[in-house]
């Protein structure tokens, strides 16, 4: 456990806004660290892209839950909340209970609202700028149910959202003020109050430790059960030591993965070469003013930045939107890499 960094044995068993809110932050910053990272990996290896790029939230997901549920089970909480001394007790029926020890239901019912609620949230954020996109860009789905799915999603979304995010003020407001026990309405969920560790509950931990570090302790268990927890073990123990010795690079990675240099690239990014365009002839799509997609005349027009053909907006975002490359050079692309283009007359 993080002993350095948070080891005291104070009369209060009430962590501080500051931990908790640390706590939240340092966990919320390790995913778009990791996709940064796994960017780079996948600049480097350009046959991993495809699959990085869509499963890496569902990747993210089993591995964080993997290293959840070693904690919750062994230290009764998160990486991160372990990583500032802090576990979770069970609001009710821990009465009596050993430290550092939840119950499978509660490891889970944890779980859900560490790990799962986060993936769902995420993607429904993506999903509904993905969809104010397409409405902005005048794209329509064919299917009337599809219509009606995306303006209700479009209604409803905003003020579920921003309802969730002012309880989530709220809740601050009356913990650090005492009215309250729970920082988060997701430890309300979760059934748990987060306290303070003691002494006794370090040195349980240590003892934890090294029976899991033991070799000769788990070989007991069986050969399979003694690899997965020597493994798991030794990978969360790194994963801690690495927190603690350069936690500052977490907030460096997450910097780095937004920044941009003076001419609007982001940091680590590749040069992606210009497609060697040939002169257009006459008649094909683009020389006389058609989308290469619909084949009719261009409006609305857009050009994809990977590759600098034209299309119509509308046709352009849902191909790459669909299939992630452009149509005509199939170099990798987002939505994000498609101008619009101002004609004469437009505003």
Not at 89 to 110: H, I, K, M, Q, W
Not at 229 to 246: D, E, I, M, P
Request: glycine letters at 8%.
């Amino acid at each position: 456990m993080a002993e350095a960094v948070h080891q005291t044995d104070t009369a209060s068993s009430k962590p501080s806004l500051f931990e908790l809110m640390a706590a939240d932050g340092l966990f919320s910053s390790l995913h778009p660290a990791v996709r940064h990272a796994c960017k780079i990996i996948a600049a480097r290896y350009p046959s991993t892209q495809t699959w990085l790029e869509r499963h890496f939230d569902e990747l993210f997901l089993v591995v964080n839950a993997l290293f959840q549920r070693h904690y919750l089970f062994t230290y009764a909480g998160s990486l991160a909340e372990n990583f500032y001394g802090i576990k979770r007790t069970p609001v009710s029926g821990g009465d009596g209970r050993a430290g550092l020890r939840l119950l499978p239901g509660e490891v889970y019912r944890s779980l859900v609202w560490l790990c799962a609620f986060p993936y769902v949230k995420a993607k429904l954020d993506a999903l509904f700028e993905e969809l104010e996109h397409q409405e902005a860009s005048g794209v329509r789905p064919e299917q009337e149910w599809r219509r009606r799915a995306r303006q209700l999603m479009l209604r409803l979304y905003p003020p579920v959202h921003a309802t969730f995010s002012t309880a989530v003020a709220f809740c601050y407001l009356a913990y650090m003020f005492d009215k309250c026990g729970y920082h988060s309405p997701l430890s309300w969920l979760s059934g748990v109050r987060l306290e303070t560790v003691t002494a006794d509950d370090w040195r349980l931990a240590r003892e934890r430790d090294d029976k899991l570090s033991s070799w000769t302790r788990l070989r007991s268990r069986g050969l399979p059960a003694a690899l997965t927890l020597y493994g798991l073990h030794a990978t969360t123990r790194l994963a801690s030591h690495a927190l603690q010795v350069g936690s500052f690079l977490v907030q460096f990675l997450q910097w780095w993965s937004g920044a941009g240099d003076r001419d609007g690239r982001r940091l680590g990014a590749v040069d992606v070469a210009p497609p060697d365009r040939r002169p257009l002839a006459q008649g094909e799509p683009e020389a006389d003013g058609r989308c290469p997609l619909c084949g009719r005349t261009r409006t609305n027009e857009a050009v994809l930045a990977v590759s600098g053909y034209v299309f119509c907006h509308p046709c352009i975002f849902r191909h790459v939107s669909e299939k992630g490359r452009c149509p005509i050079s199939w170099y990798p692309a987002s939505t994000e890499q498609i101008y619009r283009l101002s004609g004469p007359g437009d505003d």
